[in-house]
Antibody, heavy 120, light 110 residues
């Protein structure tokens, strides 16, 4: 059974960097058939896909246009996890951040969610 | 404003049926597989339907999915109080090159 365990701070100051990690058990971040995603949720924006990392003989990343200039998603093969970094955050980046496994065309396993508040 | 349109809410009495529509375009529903997610209060979304009409293991057959053209529908029969949740459609959009979600539909059991 795949499990995703999120960790990271719940409070970030404006203009700083939001950093979260998603630890994987029951699968590998280097899987050739899965992709590892970050999705955030807020009352104003609903569920918003942020981006993904995946391995298909080499590493690939895809990012949402809305955050492309500020986001990095990195795999950590030694720790079997992946991370999210979102730079230059503003209060608009406040929300619940979810990590999720993309099995094919859908998200079949989700982390527990992390509420991140951007505030001074 | 989402590229996928869902009704904000639907409601019905216990035991009745509800349907939730998800309307899109040729760059998403018209050419890709739809999935549906159930989000109970204070929990992460849960996969309910994938590839338009398939149910993951453990999802009861009271839940069904269908697709026609650029629209998809989630059906819930034998409505139970435990079905009160937000339901989202989701799909890869080939034009945006991004995964997109509907705004969500709140199901209320009267």
């Amino acid at each position: 059974q795949v499990q995703l365990q999120q960790s990271g701070p719940g409070l970030v100051k404006p203009s700083q960097t939001l950093s979260l990690t998603c630890a994987i058990s029951g699968d590998s971040v280097s899987s050739n058939s899965a992709a590892w995603n970050w999705i955030r949720q807020s009352p104003s924006r609903g569920l918003e896909w942020l981006g993904r990392t995946y391995y298909r003989s080499k590493w690939f990343n895809d990012y949402a246009i809305s955050v492309k200039s500020r986001i990095t998603i990195n795999p950590d093969t030694s720790g079997n996890q992946f991370s999210l970094q979102l730079n230059s955050v503003t209060p608009e980046d406040t929300g619940i951040y979810h990590c999720a496994r993309e099995g094919s065309t859908y998200f079949d396993y989700w982390g527990q969610g992390t509420l991140v508040t951007v505030s001074s | 404003q989402s590229v996928l349109t869902q009704p904000p809410s639907v409601s019905a009495a216990p035991g009745q049926k509800v349907t939730i529509s998800c309307s899109g375009s040729s760059s998403n529903i018209g050419n890709n597989y739809v999935s549906w997610y159930q989000q109970l209060p204070e929990t992460a979304p849960k996969l309910l339907i994938y590839d338009n009409n398939k149910r993951p293991s453990g999802i009861p057959d009271r839940f069904s999915g269908s697709k026609s053209g650029t629209s998809a529908t989630l059906g819930i029969t034998g409505l139970q109080t435990g079905d009160e949740a937000d339901y989202y459609c989701g799909i890869w959009d080939s034009g945006l090159y991004a995964y997109v979600f509907g705004i969500g539909t709140k199901v209320t059991v009267l």
